[in-house]
């Protein structure tokens, strides 16, 4: 049974969360908070496997509540709970140990998705939330910064102590790199690469401990903002 607890200041939508987690035969709420900072002393009791949290909230963010709970490991993960209002907190929450993002208005099925992905260590995330993220927080501070030819708001040239990082990943972790990029599972990437989910967890987490990353969702940051991968968002 996955243990989750709930994080939202308004009432009816922990009311309405904790209702459609607990309609699930392998989920159940073992707690609720209104905010952060009960969020955090919750987290440090009850042991969860996953958290669903807002991001604003009075008395303490989201962000921050987050930052701290992953720091005491006292939560297996925590998944955001957003609104396109809330698009440019998404790579704070990253950045604050996040594993994945859930739509506040998600259906029942994607929720509980949501929370199985968590507790496995996979992220999911929708792509029009990553492309927000890279978009109006990755993108957008290099084009203020200026960049190295191009037009306007192009995305500037990967910092150089990128480059020993990236040359440091082996062919398969590159490959396994561009899985996490597509928003793979470790199941796809398995089957995708011929090898089995405990290789794919061993690669993830070479890869992640090369780039720094905490997470899936850290990782994905990385391949962007290292040039890795770009983005083609012409569409």
């Known amino acids: 049974m996955i243990r989750v607890v709930i994080v939202d200041d308004q009432a009816v939508v922990r009311t309405g969360l904790g209702m459609m987690v607990d309609a699930e035969p392998d989920l159940t709420v073992v707690g609720q908070a209104p905010n952060g900072a009960e969020?955090?002393?919750?987290?440090?009791?009850?042991?969860p496997d996953v958290v669903l949290m807002d991001v604003r909230m009075p008395v303490l963010d989201g962000i921050s509540a987050t930052r701290s709970i992953v720091s005491a490991g006292t939560a297996g993960a925590v998944v955001i709970l957003t609104t396109f209002d809330d698009e440019e907190y998404l790579l704070d929450a990253v950045q604050a140990g996040a594993?994945?993002?859930?739509?506040?208005?998600?259906?029942?099925?994607?929720?509980?998705?949501?929370v199985r992905s968590?507790?496995?260590?996979?992220?999911?995330?929708?792509?029009s939330m990553t492309r927000a993220l890279l978009e109006n927080r990755l993108l957008g501070a290099r084009s203020g910064g200026g960049t190295t030819g191009g037009a306007a708001g192009a995305p500037a040239v990967p910092p150089a102590e990128h480059a020993p990082v990236l040359a440091?990943?082996?062919?398969?972790?590159?490959?396994?790199?561009?899985?996490?990029?597509?928003?793979?599972?470790?199941?796809?990437?398995?089957?995708?690469?011929?090898?089995?989910?405990?290789?794919?967890?061993?690669?993830?987490?070479?890869?992640l401990g090369k780039v720094g990353a905490a997470s899936r969702v850290q990782a994905v940051v990385f391949a962007y903002e290292s040039g890795f991968v770009r983005p083609d968002w012409s569409a």
Not at 39 to 47: D, G, K, T, Y
Not at 99 to 114: E, N, S, V
């Open 99 to 114: 594993l994945g993002f859930l739509l506040k208005d998600a259906g029942p099925d994607l929720i509980a998705a949501g």
């Open 39 to 47: 969020a955090i002393a919750v987290c440090a009791e009850l042991r």
């Open 118 to 127: 968590a507790h496995t260590g996979d992220t999911l995330i929708a792509p």
């Open 168 to 207: 440091s990943l082996s062919a398969r972790e590159r490959e396994v790199l561009t899985a996490l990029v597509r928003g793979a599972s470790n199941a796809q990437i398995a089957k995708d690469l011929w090898i089995s989910e405990a290789t794919v967890k061993t690669h993830i987490s070479s890869v």
